[in-house]
């Protein structure tokens, strides 16, 4: 890899400078000189056909991304984190996902020792507890079977869960209800057991570290209510762990026999695979849980395999720096053509954006270029009737991500054409926008024409897949996984960290005892008032 500044590279600067030979050029243009465009930027592999023609791309601008992955060494960087070494530098901890989906078998070493053995061991007491619970082995304290399960847990220990909840509602067990508790907002939880009968009720402290606040609070509040109306010898029964941190399970008063374990290996936000999918697991079984896995195992083949230039997360993460950093976008959109995939959007936000928000490289130098895009986006249709106008004429730049399905999950085929219509029709307005000789030709009032004009050249890709099924969702959300990878690489910078999100708890932690009144800690003008008020309006 070059020691030079990122933006001094010559690769960074070859495709700088072809930035400027695109003033001027259309995506109608593009199409016009290339009949064949949709086949030659498009690709398919694992089950997503993914459409990369209606990007503001040529032959040539593609070359120049793709000698930019190779002069920042992808291959041996992607290689690196499949042999399990330690590329979470900051850390220093290997970022090794990839071993939780990998099939019996296969050998991942990380520091010298092959985890796919204890993998399996986990994924195997995940099933044995999950029979347990579908066959009523196990029951709650009263003898009644458990029917509800509630997921206490929050960012990588929530995010994926609740996604795949939604995500996989076709496939969903029929006795079983899966509930989130996430937000520290006692709100959350009291929302939540307002539905629940306690002596059906299981919940799961998922917590990589067992010490985040806002899940120890959430999960002393859940145990009270349990105690409350079941008493104490009841805990046993309803509660079990999911954490890499058994000192701190044995500290909260859990049996460790009811802890499923996880590694140091796995980032938090690339955990939905990991134990910390249990509930997943109970909610649509083993079967699809496994299948889920081989999807996701299936897109780490083909990012290891396939030539970069056919490679869908190499070339989703070079599209996304593309427009970053050479476009001047700042956020991506994010468009999923399925109600069941309502919470995708929220799941990439983190996965993302703490894993690319990043401002020092590896090396702990400031950058000079831009780092991780805002990601953001809702389900389609409900955005076009919202947010959609600024997408097509506004001023921003914003490139989007529609994904759809070839199949329908409800059973109105009519509503499906519908809804795959209109993801089709977004991109291609988006594309090729209105001019205003066409919309003079349709007899538009010359005081409207600068109103309803389109001025086209909005990028978007387009995934589209046969069904949303637990092998689908897999490889959706390995793609993204390695695209992340994929943009980390290209800036240099560590992925798999997120030490900004530890000032924020540091502080709180202080303020909270302000607010009790323990101490008195100095703060700045606008903190200070703000607290003062706070405590003044509640009575103190
Ligand atoms: O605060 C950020 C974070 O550390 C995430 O990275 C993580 O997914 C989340 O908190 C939850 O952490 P834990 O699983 O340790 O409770």
């Known amino acids: 890899m070059s020691a030079a500044p990122l933006h001094d590279s010559p690769a960074w600067q070859r495709l700088q400078t072809h930035r400027q030979t695109w003033e001027g050029m259309t995506l109608r243009q593009l199409f016009q000189e290339d009949p064949q465009r949709a086949s030659h930027f498009s690709v398919e592999a694992c089950g997503i056909y993914l459409d990369y023609s209606k990007h503001l791309l040529r032959r040539e601008s593609l070359n120049l991304l793709l000698d930019l992955a190779r002069s920042r060494d ?98 969903r067990h029929p006795q079983m209800q899966l509930y989130f508790v996430a937000n520290v907002d006692g709100a959350t939880l009291s929302d939540v057991t307002a539905h629940l009968d306690p002596a059906e009720t299981l919940f799961i402290i998922s917590s990589k570290t067992f010490t985040t606040l806002e899940t120890m609070t959430n999960a002393h509040a859940a145990r009270q209510w349990l105690v409350d109306a079941l008493g104490e010898e009841a805990v046993a029964r309803h509660f079990v762990a999911v954490s890499t941190n058994t000192e701190a399970v044995k500290a909260f008063g859990m049996d460790t026999e009811h802890m499923f374990g996880f590694w140091d290996w796995v980032g938090g936000r690339y955990s939905m695979d990991s134990a910390i999918g249990l509930s997943t697991m109970l909610g649509v079984g083993v079967q699809h849980f496994q299948v889920m896995l081989a999807g996701f195992h299936a897109m780490d083949l083909h990012f290891q395999n396939a030539p970069l230039e056919k490679n869908l997360p190499v070339l989703l993460g070079l599209l996304s720096i593309w427009y970053n950093n050479f476009w001047g976008a700042q956020t991506q959109a994010i468009l999923p053509y399925a109600y069941d995939l309502a919470r995708f959007p929220a799941y990439l936000q983190q996965l993302q954006m703490e894993s690319n928000g990043k401002s020092v490289n590896e090396a702990g130098q400031w950058l000079s270029v831009d780092t991780g895009p805002i990601i953001w986006g809702e389900p389609g249709t409900d955005g076009q009737h919202s947010f959609y106008q600024l997408i097509h004429q506004g001023t921003r730049l914003i490139p989007c991500d529609f994904i759809g399905f070839c199949h329908p999950l409800s059973d109105s085929a009519e509503q499906h054409e519908l809804l795959m219509a209109n993801l089709i029709a977004q991109a291609e307005a988006l594309a090729f926008g209105k001019t205003a000789d066409e919309l003079r030709s349709e007899g538009v009032a010359e005081a409207q024409i600068p109103f309803r004009t389109f001025a086209g050249n909005r990028p978007s890709s387009v995934l589209l897949m046969d069904a949303l099924s637990p092998h689908s969702l897999g490889t959706l959300v390995a793609l993204y996984e390695h695209s992340v990878f994929t943009q980390g690489i290209i800036w240099g910078i560590d992925s798999f960290d997120q030490w900004g999100v530890e000032l924020g708890k540091v502080l709180a932690q202080r303020i909270v005892s302000d607010l009790q009144g323990k101490t008195r800690h100095h703060h700045d003008g606008s903190t200070a008032t703000l607290l003062e008020r706070y405590l003044r309006r509640r009575g103190h």
């Not at 984190?81 to 996902?97: D, L, Q, T």
């Not at 007491?125 to 509800?148: L, V």
């Not at 869960?161 to 939604?166: F, G, N, T």
């Open 74 to 171: 992808l291959e041996s960087r992607r290689d690196a984190m499949f042999a399990g070494e330690k590329i979470n530098h900051s850390e220093g901890r290997a970022a090794f996902h990839a071993a939780l989906r990998a099939p019996k078998g296969t050998v991942m070493r990380t520091d010298g020792v092959d985890v796919v053995p204890e993998v399996h061991r986990v994924l195997d007491h995940m099933a044995e507890f999950t029979e347990a619970i579908h066959s009523e082995t196990w029951r709650g304290a009263t003898g009644k079977p458990i029917r509800q399960i509630v997921n206490i847990g929050i960012g990588g220990s929530y995010l994926g869960p609740e996604m795949a909840w939604k995500a996989l509602r076709a496939y």
